[in-house]
């Protein structure tokens, strides 16, 4: 385990947006994830906040008086096919390590994450998804380490006592919870199907380098789409027309890359953060955003929706407290 203390942490998270941790924590392998549980017992420290890649975080400027635990790849690689049709990884590595392994040794099933960024730790946690798949299709078990009030206990959860629903898990809900590691039911592919699933990952890809910002520091979705069926049918009464759309297109979701078009917001910039003008339900950042400017465009957003409609829209991107 590495110690860094009053470390930068806009250097290492995605938005590159973020205040200086007390203490960052760097663990590469199991071994590291438990000195670094021992150095924040030891050290009676309060707060601790886990990241992988910092790929779905928004980051305070301010100080960070506690630990931030990034759990990441090491050099060696740490993902093994336990048993046939069963990839275990440590939950540094990125998803998209697990799926390369995958096709390395002739099995197919997490192509739709293509380009999907994020460490298997976090893709358990959020139950990721892309394409129309999503982490729980493949998860078998995880291990993860819960801290209790007598100190940290390892668990192996299955997938039914993970607790997946859309984008959320019980590690998630938990809130006290590590994930360790993670073994994927993947599919042994013929030849002839394992260039398909390689082609459907590539293409995943490029719709995502067509589509997407990703000339710029961003974190994804900054919201999640509106699916509650009530909800829809409050926006659907204001927006009559986007009724087919929300139907066809979007399998009975709104989507918010839509909603936030029709709003006139697209290229709405505060400071250095502006809401995409290739995809806008993305918030960039253009060089110099601070925290205050991505969540004065999030705050607009929601109240845009809240006058329309009376509801305010999810946030996807996960949005870290330092005080309090
Ligand atoms: C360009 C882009 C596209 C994206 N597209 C998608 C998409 O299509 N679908 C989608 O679902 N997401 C998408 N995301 C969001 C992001 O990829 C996922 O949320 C991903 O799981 C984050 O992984 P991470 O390692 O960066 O986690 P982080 O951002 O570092 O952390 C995310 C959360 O997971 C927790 N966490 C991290 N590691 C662990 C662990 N080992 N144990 C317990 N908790 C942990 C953190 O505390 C935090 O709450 C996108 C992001 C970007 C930047």
Redesign the pocket.
Known sequence: MIKHEYFPLSSIL?YRIGGTARYLLEAQSRDDIQEAVDFVRANGIERV?????????LFPDDPYDGAVLR?TAGKTPQIVEAEEGLVESF?GETLDEVINFGFSHGYAGLEWAGG????V???V??N???FGGEVKDRLCSAEVLEMTESGPVTRFLDNRELGFSY?NSV?KGSRK???VSAGFELERASQAQLEIAKESYQSNIEY?EKN?P?EYP????VFKNITGKDEVERVLAVWPDAREMVQGRWHGKLSMGYAINRFGLRGHQIGGAQISTKHSNFIVNLGDARFSDVHGLIQKVKEEFTRAFGFAPEAEV?IVECKG
């Not at 906040?49 to 975080?57: A, C, E, I």
């Not at 999907?116 to 460490?119: D, I, V």
């Open positions: 995605y906040l886990v990241v992988g890649l910092g790929s779905n975080l759990i939950a999907l960024p994020g460490t730790g976090a893709a946690r959020g990721v998804g892309a984008r590690v919870m590590v994930v995502r997407h990703l961003t974190c994804g979705s996960e």
